[in-house]
């Protein structure tokens, strides 16, 4: 099943709500944005004002995981979508 970006961050927000009570956060967006449109986090990180080391080495890991742990199979910026 395709979904459009808009539908897949609404999945990835209720997943994240259902496992831990909360929603996505505006960074874990941006990652999740980023990601779907193939960009690399320095680019990510460049455009929004981050370090790339936040975003790749705190933010993204714990993102992928939560998504991993909710959906059952191992998510990654490569194959998430």
Same mark, same amino acid.
């Given at each position: ?15 994240? $709500? ?15 944005? !980023?990601a779907w ?12 004002? $981050? ?16 998504l991993t742990?909710?959906? !059952? ?9």
């Open positions: 099943m395709d979904f459009n970006l808009d539908e897949a961050l609404q999945i990835a927000n209720q997943l994240v $709500y259902f496992k831990l009570k909360r929603h996505l956060t505006d960074v874990e967006i941006l990652i999740f944005k !980023g449109h193939k960009q690399e986090y320095d680019e990510i990180a460049v455009q929004h004002q $981050y370090a790339t080391s936040y975003l790749s080495q705190d933010i993204a890991p714990k993102l992928w995981k939560i742990e909710s959906l !059952g199979e191992k998510v990654r910026k490569s194959n998430f979508k």
